[in-house]
């Protein structure tokens, strides 16, 4: 899911950086 998702966004670098830091943000509220 998650490498579709970052696949399908990762066409547009800032959106991938800014996504990139919402996974992380999201994974570590998670845990």
């Known amino acids: 899911m998650d490498g579709l998702f970052l ?7 800032p959106l991938k950086s800014i996504l990139k ?5 999201l994974r570590e509220h998670m845990n």
């Not at 696949?7 to 670098?13: L, M, P, T």
């Not at 830091?21 to 943000?25: K, N, T, Y």
């Open 7 to 13: 696949d399908y966004y990762g066409q547009s670098e």
């Open 21 to 25: 830091l919402e996974m992380i943000a």
